[in-house]
């Protein structure tokens, strides 16, 4: 039986989210957003559906503002919210973006009590954090996208200064999915060489930099909107990983409880995601210097997440 997979939110995020889940064939999928733009969902459905004709891809796509059709979904991914405008920062979306997850939440906790759930709304530690709070899922069902995405930029910055293959960067970032996130320098490899080895500490730090304000750069540039090809193609890493029973080891933010010194809030740090979704939180060994990074991006989570009122 196929796998079914609902996206809630059909804007820029949620027609890749479904294009890539076609192309993967990972299952058919419901791409919700409210009766407003039923039209523009249907539009999508239809337009991917006709693309699946070239291509051969054995899924359906359909488009919906109707949770009953939600409904039973085994993989949900939520990206409903307002995005970024240039000068906004993910945590001057809090208000607004937390009123709809509250309708969401309380949809998906009614509609799809089984599903496994990732997050991409921003301010994405926030909003997990409220999903998790509102569903009152398990630890391991619900988890945020960033680390995921902040990886993936990491990378094709080093692949660029570098002028090599993107295949042989390993890169993990860790913490919140904001201007304190944490890439750990010593894990960086390029080929299995130390990225240290490689670069300067001064070409390192500006890596980092950029890293950290990667969507505000894509903001500035769109004018219009946010990030959507990249953010779209982490959760769906994500997703194929629970869906597959891939058992990959992906920084993710994940609900912590007791790990690196932190607990009741959701922070990037490595998991495993398989069948049992979050199935394991891996632990690393940070050095000082790390310590006091992830405190500092725990301490701007913490900010946030304690200013939500649900």
Known sequence: MKKKIGLIGGGQIGGNLALLAAQKQLGDVLIYDIPQVEGMVKGKALDINQLTAV???????????????????DLLIVTAGVARKPGMSREDLLDVNLKIMRDVASNIKQHCPNAFVINI???????????????????????????VLDASRFKFFVA??????IRDIEA?????????MVPIIRSSTVGGVPLARLLSKDRIDAIVKRTREGGAELVALYKTGSAYFAPAAAAIAMGESYLLDRKRVLPCAAYLTGQYGINGYFMGVPV?????????IIELDLDPDEKALMSKSFQSVKKTVDSVKL
């Open 121 to 147: 709304a921003n301010p994405l530690d926030a909003m997990v954090y409220a999903l998790h709070k509102i569903t009152g899922f398990k630890n391991n069902q619900v988890v945020g996208m960033a680390g």
């Open 160 to 165: 660029e200064a570098l002028g090599c293959s």
């Open 172 to 180: 993990l970032v860790l913490g919140g999915h904001g201007d304190d």
């Open 272 to 280: 495993r995601i398989g069948a049992g979704g979050v199935e394991k």
């Open 55 to 73: 291509e051969g891809y054995d899924c359906r796509i359909t488009g919906t503002s109707e949770w009953k059709d939600v409904a039973g979904s």
